[in-house]
């Protein structure tokens, strides 16, 4: 059962991390696909994917790996992706971004809206929404559900993790500054 507290961290971790998206928008405009988690002791990193080779399904399986190692119990993952009718050839291009818990996820959806530069000019809300019903929802099972790896899995992704930490972002959210 989800308690007030966590469910109150799934809020806050999915407003400040949509906050970071809009603010890299306008500042860089870029919305680079990222993991954040953080452990019950308020320990939280922020994790750029974009430099991230792996395949889609060995991806996924790393950032599993990647959370339970840091010992996550709440995590954000956002990102721009493609949608639309490849029969009207008609696409466009939306932020995604989801937090979540074993239990629970709020994610959200913005159209991304471009200049003749071809720069970000705005991000248009397409809803947000929030439930428990996590096998039903692509990027939220980072959490949820029993993961195995096996000891060349362990090995390859603790290896790839040890290289990727000094570009991470670590932050203590009960330290001050």
């Keep these: 059962m989800q308690t007030f507290d966590s469910m109150e961290l ?12 809009f603010s ?31 395949q889609t399904m060995a991806r996924n399986k790393y950032l599993r790996f990647v959370l339970d190692a840091r010992r996550s119990v709440v995590y954000a993952y956002g990102g721009l992706a493609l949608r639309g009718d490849s029969d009207l050839g008609e696409i466009e291009e939306v932020l995604d971004v989801v937090a979540a818990s074993a239990e629970r996820y709020i994610t959200g959806h913005w ?45 390859k992704y603790g290896a790839l993790w040890d290289e990727a930490k000094p ?9 001050e500054g």
């Excluded at 990222?34 to 994917?49: M, N, P, R, T, V």
Aim: glycine share 10%; charged share 30%; proline share 2%.
């Design 10 to 21: 799934l809020r806050e971790l999915f407003e400040e991390y949509k906050e970071w998206y």
């Design 24 to 54: 890299v928008a306008e500042e860089d405009g870029v919305l680079p696909r990222s993991i954040s988690g953080i452990d019950a002791d308020g320990k939280q990193f922020i994790y750029l994917l974009d430099g991230l080779t792996l």
């Design 111 to 155: 159209k991304v809206m471009r200049g003749e530069d071809g720069g970000i000019t705005s991000l248009m809300p397409m809803g947000v929404r929030e439930g428990d019903d996590l096998e039903k929802q692509s990027s939220t099972w980072f959490l949820a559900g029993a993961i195995r790896f096996t000891d060349a899995e362990k090995l």
């Design 167 to 175: 570009e991470v972002l670590f932050h203590d959210r009960n330290s």
